[in-house]
């Protein structure tokens, strides 16, 4: 939404994915996966009119195992060359309890800490309700209460499931491609 009114959203990701699923059925090996997701990665962002994202090519499932300042580095230089006014990114549950969402929520978090630059951090969180109604077992939602900022995506929606379907070998793992139009 905010690309379409022209603002600059930039995509930074510290893994390449490689160690996730090939797709049910396998849509490649295990060894061509990292290309594939690269290439799904790129898919959704060119669906959702964003530049080409930046891979960090950390390995995927190990992440909380790399010295936090070095990857927090990483975010602050790519903060310091676009120069973000916000910063967007996981909450300490990784939304999903996965550990490499986890570590970069985290490194993310300290990046804004130390930013001078960057005016507001916000963490993706899906309240319980909206979870419940869509069948979201998968997220670690919150309280209602606690959301301090709902986006209604209503108007981008055919683009967001566009580049969702970019992420061919995930289909599988995402709920929201296989609801009924009306959820």
Same mark, same amino acid.
């Given at each position: ?21 090939? #797709? ?19 898919? @959704? ?29 990483? &975010? ?17 549950? #990784?939304?999903? #309890?996965? @550990?490499?969402?986890?570590? &970069? #929520?985290?490194? @993310? ?8 630059? &960057? ?27 606690? &959301? ?36």
């Amino acid at each position: 939404m905010l690309a379409r009114h022209g603002v600059g959203v930039h995509v930074l990701t510290a893994t390449r994915g490689q160690a996730g699923s090939c #797709g049910d059925p396998p849509l490649c090996t295990q060894e061509d996966l990292p290309a594939v997701r690269e290439r799904e990665l790129r898919c @959704a962002c060119a669906a959702l009119g964003l530049a080409s994202p930046r891979l960090l090519d950390y390995q995927d499932g190990h992440l909380s195992e790399v010295n936090p300042e070095e990857v927090t580095k990483h &975010i602050l230089t790519a903060a310091t060359e676009v120069h973000p006014q916000v910063l967007l990114t996981f909450g300490p549950d #990784g939304l999903s #309890g996965h @550990a490499d969402h986890m570590a &970069i #929520g985290r490194c @993310a978090a300290e990046a804004y800490a130390r930013s001078n630059e &960057i005016a507001v951090l916000y963490t993706l969180a899906v309240p319980r309700s909206l979870a419940e109604q869509l069948e979201m077992r998968q997220v670690h939602s919150v309280p209602d209460e606690q &959301i301090t900022l709902a986006v209604d995506v209503t108007s981008a929606w055919a683009t967001k499931q566009a580049a969702m379907a970019c992420h061919k070998t995930q289909l599988g793992s995402t709920p929201l491609m296989r609801a009924p139009e009306a959820r």
